[in-house]
């Protein structure tokens, strides 16, 4: 049995973002062991890397315990400072970056913190305008300029149609607009507005009734709108209207807005 | 000199976005290589790991070299089969998890696609919640429940506060809201609202008055509100009122939301 207790550090000349997320699923992997993460990021000089190693072995000694350091620091001069510190430290680069080298057969440039692209970059610029226009066509406010979506959600009422909207913008810099299915559109027995025109676009979210009545009593409690019987009409009609238009459509129930988005990407089969 | 063009794959028993962010940030290592990226998420059975392979061989064939693999694939046997195709692979679980098992002198569990967390765990609630705030006090929508928010942006209109607050809260699962600076707060000299009483979690962006102008061109070509001269006015106005209030504030000119949003953490103390 080892400690149950551990420090792990992020340590980054960029934000550390990257280093963190791969850290944490790593770590995830050590389910005894309760771990205290820390990002230190913006590791670009000197006196940061000093700095960072004095905070890393400032926690060591707290903690009785060496802490654990992950580096993405593209500057050997400030890798090998940071290095020095009394840790256990495991560094991306160094692991990647000179079989990468081999296999490619070309140095690599060492150039500092471009993982998230330069605002200025027509990338960045599109994630940004993927928002807006995300935020602009959320929850049906408008048919106008659907042609310019890449995709369109449709689901009843809270199955995560606006978290997984956002984050399709933010992170893929997609265009996407998000429909509500409301009763009326199921008595009627048609989708909404326009969106009949958009069909190759359209995906669906669905939900367990259960889960759908839970989600919705906290925002409205003892209301007919989240009563299961409703939640279980709503669900039915709605897969239902899915089913006749052809639409495709996960269960949003056990997912994440990552898991979500990335089976809207495979089906859609955007990027 | 090596050849210019290759293809990438990213393969995951879950989204394998961290693997495609990780791979992303080594790749851009290599200024001189065309890399094509391709991610295969949710390989988490046999017949997925072998079409993967399928598709990583033909891909290879085709370009005329073999391609570049990531993974992340927790299962030994489904990790097995995609090293066996004919392509450069390398495995960010093979590289750290032995280093880490050593140090840490426990075993991992080996759980498959557990880094975004459950649907179902508090964190991802507290994302989601974070999300529907930060939504419901966007642009400076109201004044309520800002007792409740973590942090406050203020800044004048188009320096990043929306793309910002929403990154915040998807990816920290902060409640943020944000509120514009206009030239009646300048006029008035005071802050909007009632934001004197949160002065603690208030944090300001700025702009370069010609990046502003740009910016606001493309909105509202040859408006007032556009104009570089009134960019001036504003920017200038809006530092001077956060130089007055004691609000730490950053140039969001250059910087990416991630940058920006990791700058807000540090300097809020938040986390």
Chains 1, 2 share one sequence.
Not at 35 to 40: A, D, E, H, Y
Not at 88 to 100: E, H, I, K, T
Request: proline share 3%.
């Amino acid at each position: 049995m080892g400690p149950t207790k551990r420090s792990v550090f992020f340590v980054s000349d960029g934000t550390g973002l990257t280093a963190e997320a791969l850290g944490h699923s790593l770590l995830t992997q050590f389910e005894r062991v309760e771990f205290t993460q820390i990002r230190i990021p913006f590791v670009d000089n000197l006196a940061r890397a000093q700095e960072a190693v004095a905070r890393i072995n400032g926690q060591g000694e707290a903690d009785g315990m060496r802490a654990i350091v992950f580096t993405t620091l593209i500057d050997q001069q400030l890798a090998d400072i940071v290095h020095q510190a009394d840790a256990f430290c495991l560094s991306y680069f160094d692991s990647f970056l000179a079989p990468l080298e081999g296999e490619l057969g070309v140095k690599s440039s060492h150039t500092v913190g471009r993982s998230h692209g330069s605002a200025d970059s027509s990338d960045y610029k599109k994630r940004i305008e993927a928002i807006n226009y995300t935020l602009a066509h959320d929850d049906g406010i408008t048919d106008r300029d659907l042609e310019q979506a890449d995709v369109i959600l449709v689901a009843v009422s809270r199955c995560g149609k606006t978290p997984t909207s956002l984050y399709l913008a933010m992170q893929f810099g997609l265009k996407a607009a998000n429909f509500p299915l409301i009763p009326e559109d199921f008595e009627r027995g048609r989708l909404p507005g326009t969106l009949q025109k958009h069909r190759s676009k359209l995906f669906g979210l669905t939900i367990q009734p259960e889960r759908l009545h839970r989600i919705r009593e906290e925002r409205r409690a003892n209301s007919k709108y989240a009563s299961l019987g409703n939640c279980r009409y709503e669900v039915a009609e709605a897969e239902k209207m899915m089913r006749r238009e052809g639409i495709r459509w996960l269960d949003s129930s056990t997912k994440s807005i990552e898991e979500i988005s990335t089976t809207v990407l495979q089906e859609l089969k955007l990027r």
